[in-house]
């Protein structure tokens, strides 16, 4: 089955997100004591450094949901009008340098062909 | 005794509000007359109310807890959800919505085996957010908004979702009124929304889906587009597909595909589709 089937349900993390993107006041921690809200939501020191590395490959080895991955970059990088487009793509084509490489490709291809 | 009077289903993609320009010309015009189609097609089938079938991205319910279905049954809905109204670009919406339906819906469907989970202020991304826009943008049609869950293990399967969807329809001719019922699926096409392929669009696989409607032999789509291929074409994001599935369920015959557009630009396969003929 596909990358979904990864992720661990019973993650801190997973619920840690859950939270964060629904309450303007955490999301505002989130940028200023990452530390201290990984520590009251129990996540784990590899969790919380992955978070922090923002390294979708080991957030996602580690059990963090995948459609949450970009959540977390957006909760860096701020999402108006698509802004983390290329932070984020950045982030990917670090931890998937390969996959991330076959879709810029196939968008160059089709951007040629139209 | 409701009718259903009109199918339909469109991509939700966030691009298609939030960064449309990313896109080419092309795929905007597409995208733009296909859209202005479903909704003349709408409003000529003059619904009283619009099913919208689409799924939570992990917004309405925390991954401990989360339901197969859930029945937004608010007399008023209201969104973009904060967080996700920038990410759109859009200005904040209200659409009247139908509770007599709604509740109908959930508490018809236990009687009947069906559970389905409800919310009386059920948040909206893009799921809600996108059709809405382009399909209802004056608010004239009141909505019962009806996600599922399609990313968090275990994943229902087509032929569940196909179940549903004849369950649905039953549920809603059932319903002791005589309104007037438009059905819309909203997701898909092929895409991974956070995955290692985040930014790939499957356009093989988007093709031989849509043939597959437009061939409208719902066997053949039940027995050839299992769980596994519509994660092979991208996990946890083309099996939003399963909306459409659960809509193909109120039709009979073949789709009209309006447009397909490989839009990578987007971050998802993206299309159009209309149903000509309801399931009697």
Same mark, same amino acid.
């Given at each position: ?32 004591? &990452? $530390?201290?809200?990984? /520590?009251? @939501?129990?996540?784990?020191? =590899?969790?919380?450094? %992955? ?5 979708? +490959? ?30 984020? &793509? $950045?982030?990917?084509? /670090?931890? @998937?340098?390969?996959?991330? =490489?076959?879709?810029? %490709? ?5 951007? +040629?062909?139209? | ?280």
């Amino acid at each position: 089955m596909g990358n979904v089937e990864r992720c661990d349900k019973t993650l801190p993390s997973n619920e840690m997100i859950y939270r964060v993107r629904r309450d303007p006041a955490l999301r505002a921690r989130f940028l200023t004591d &990452l $530390e201290g809200l990984a /520590r009251d @939501f129990g996540l784990s020191r =590899a969790e919380y450094e %992955a978070v922090r590395d923002k390294d979708p +490959r080991r957030m996602m080895d580690l059990g963090i949901h995948q459609y949450y991955v970009p959540q977390i970059l957006r909760l860096f990088f701020g999402a108006a009008h698509n802004s983390n487009a290329s932070a984020a &793509l $950045e982030c990917y084509q /670090r931890a @998937f340098p390969e996959e991330t =490489a076959k879709a810029m %490709a196939l968008q160059a291809r089709l951007e +040629r062909g139209r | 005794m409701a009718e259903i009077v009109a199918a339909m289903a469109m991509t939700h993609s966030p691009g298609l509000t939030g960064w449309f320009t990313r896109a080419s010309q092309d795929y905007q015009q597409q995208a733009l007359q296909a859209t202005a189609e479903m909704r003349r097609r709408l409003v000529a089938a003059r619904p009283d109310v619009v099913v919208m079938f689409s799924n939570d991205h992990l917004l309405n319910w925390p991954i401990n807890n989360v339901p197969e279905y859930t029945v937004g049954i608010a007399d008023e809905h209201v969104g973009p959800a904060d967080w996700f109204d920038e990410w759109l670009a859009m200005e904040q919406y209200r659409v009247p919505g139908h509770s007599a339906i709604a509740r109908w819906l959930v508490n018809e469907g236990a009687r009947r085996g069906l559970a389905l989970a409800y919310l009386r202020e059920m948040q909206y991304d893009d799921g809600i957010s996108v059709p809405t826009h382009y399909l209802n943008p004056d608010a004239q049609f009141k909505l019962v908004p009806v996600t599922m869950n399609c990313t968090v293990p275990p994943i229902p399967t087509p032929e569940r979702a196909y179940h549903v969807g004849t369950l649905m329809r039953e549920l809603l001719r059932a319903y002791p009124g005589n309104e007037r019922v438009a059905v819309v699926a909203t997701g898909g096409l092929s895409h991974e929304p956070g995955g290692p392929r985040y930014f790939w669009v499957d356009e093989e696989f988007d093709r031989w889906f849509l043939d597959l409607l437009k061939r409208g032999d719902h066997a053949a789509l039940l027995r050839e587009c299992t769980l596994e291929r519509l994660e092979e074409a991208g996990s946890g994001g083309t099996a939003e597909l399963l909306a459409w599935v659960l809509v193909l369920a109120f039709t009979r015959g073949p789709a009209d595909v309006l447009a397909y557009m490989p839009a990578v630009a987007w971050r998802s396969g993206t299309g159009m589709v209309v149903w000509n003929e309801m399931a009697r």
